[in-house]
């Protein structure tokens, strides 16, 4: 019997493309050595992020012919709202497009000019939502150690309780799993740490819960005293220390487009809901057609599903050791959604403002058509006028594993690409930024290759 085995069967497939090595070169060139700009036909192996780009089951694509468009109380929002109900408690729900969305209109409800918002860490979206309300968003991760702790998506309790202190802090948000810290989990016991701490200041304790189920489960494997209980058991209690959450369901919703905000409070739904109006749709359905609803209510439904969380965290535990094996430093314990490669280590000689992620994600791609994500200093790094960028705090290559999309032929594909890049890494050379944004400019910058 295999180590592990996909727990479904393929009943369609999509033919995928093999660009020869001139038509990487031109691709990415055209894009201006930026992946997020290289189109999909010019991609053999797409694992830059595992958001939108699930594969759907049986039962969500017969839940799509029963999608209710009616614009207002439509019986799909009422199916996905009882079963967001029962799983997080909150009564209160808010269908959106995705998570940006929510956690735009959620922060922006909640804070002000000068106030701070304080995270294990504020991914890339959530960061740009507190800075457009004007507020300051200060990411308090637990320190990395070696031996790798259990539970490295954790906040650090001591670093919060001292800036709790701080009278402008409106919220503390909870990540799970911690997607900048490489994918790692946040156990129960440091959730009903904050929720102590939070209760002690007054302060609002919000969740990102995009990815809810697979920390669910990562807390079922590593924290002894739960290991009895079930994923969607150890999610209730997790949403149960929590005052709401918001989460992009173009992940644990295994679906490809919509989100959701939960909350406790009528009076803040009732001013997100104002918001949802003016810019998402009506509450019933917030920017989302009925089928997608349908979609999503039976994709939180299959996602706590023990046997296809296990093969989803023995897959990423697998894919992890062929990474190893092709000479690439894996971020230690893999997670569930992504194996995280850090690519300081491999590159030591690219310095952070010549952007070493970038370096290793573009080669890759050269390599063998993989597209995967740099989540170092072109992404969650600060540009200065006139001086080097402000580094960030790892230079990480996210391996974003799809759900339900590849096979381990694939990934044994992505791990051959993976020895021949690490083979020549002394050979690399960074990148330098040619244009960019104000916010969230890893989307659209453009780079040049430094000789």
């Known amino acids: ?50 958001s939108g780009t699930n594969a759907m089951s049986a039962a969500q694509w017969a839940a799509l012919i029963s999608g ?52 294990n860490t504020h991914f890339d979206t959530t960061r740009a939502a507190v800075e457009a ?14 031996p790798p702790s259990s539970f490295g998506g954790n906040i650090d309790l001591a670093r919060l309780a001292e800036r709790l202190n701080d009278d402008r802090v409106r919220c503390v948000v909870l990540t799970i799993t911690n997607n900048a810290a490489g994918g790692q989990p946040v156990s129960i016991a440091n959730v009903t740490s904050v929720r102590r701490l939070c209760d002690q200041y007054g302060v609002l304790l919000l969740l990102d819960a995009a990815r809810f189920a697979e920390n669910a489960y990562l807390i079922s494997e590593r ?18 220390q929590a005052d709401g959450c918001w989460a992009s369901l173009k992940k644990d919703g295994i679906a490809n487009i919509g989100g959701m905000i939960a909350l406790r409070d009528p009076e803040l739904a009732r001013r997100c809901r104002e918001q949802l109006i003016a810019f998402e749709g009506f509450p019933t359905y917030g920017g989302l057609a009925g089928r997608d609803l349908d979609a999503l209510a039976q994709g939180l439904l299959e996602v706590t599903e023990p046997a296809y969380l ?11 050791e062929q990474l190893e094996d092709a000479g690439l430093p894996v971020v230690q314990p893999t997670g569930c959604h992504a194996v995280y490669v850090d690519a300081a280590r491999l590159l030591p000689h690219i310095e952070p403002h010549r952007l070493p992620a970038t370096a290793l994600a573009n080669e890759l791609y050269l390599a063998g058509a993989v597209r995967v994500s740099d989540l170092g200093t072109l992404v969650f790094g600060r540009a200065v006028p006139g001086k080097e960028d402000v580094a960030a705090p790892r ?17 044994e594909y992505v791990a051959e690409v ?9 050979q690399l050379n960074g990148y330098r930024i040619t244009e960019q944004s104000a916010s969230l400019r890893h989307f659209t910058a453009e780079l040049m290759p430094l000789e």
């Open 1 to 50: 019997m295999p180590a592990f085995m996909e727990p479904f069967r393929i009943k369609a497939v999509e033919p995928i493309p093999f660009p020869t090595a001139g038509q990487r070169r031109t691709a990415l060139a055209a894009a201006g050595y930026n992946l997020f700009r290289v189109p999909s036909r010019a991609i053999t192996i797409d694992l830059l992020t595992d």
């Open 68 to 119: 209710d468009e009616s614009y207002a109380g439509a019986t799909s929002f009422e199916n996905f709202q009882t079963v967001v109900r029962d799983l997080t408690g909150y009564d209160e729900v808010l269908p959106v497009h995705q998570g940006r969305a929510a956690e735009r209109i959620v922060l922006g409800n909640l804070l002000g000019p000068g106030e701070v918002s304080i995270s």
């Open 133 to 146: 309300a004007g507020a300051t968003a200060l990411d308090l991760p637990v320190e990395q150690t070696s």
């Open 223 to 240: 924290e002894p005293e739960y290991a009895q209980r079930t994923p969607r058991e150890i999610a209730q209690l997790v949403f149960a």
């Open 310 to 320: 296990e093969y989803r965290a023995r897959s990423a535990r697998w894919f992890g």
């Open 395 to 411: 230079e990480l290559v996210r391996f974003a594993l799809p759900r339900r999309v590849y096979t381990k032929s694939h990934l």
């Open 418 to 426: 993976a020895a021949a890049v690490a083979a020549k890494a002394t």
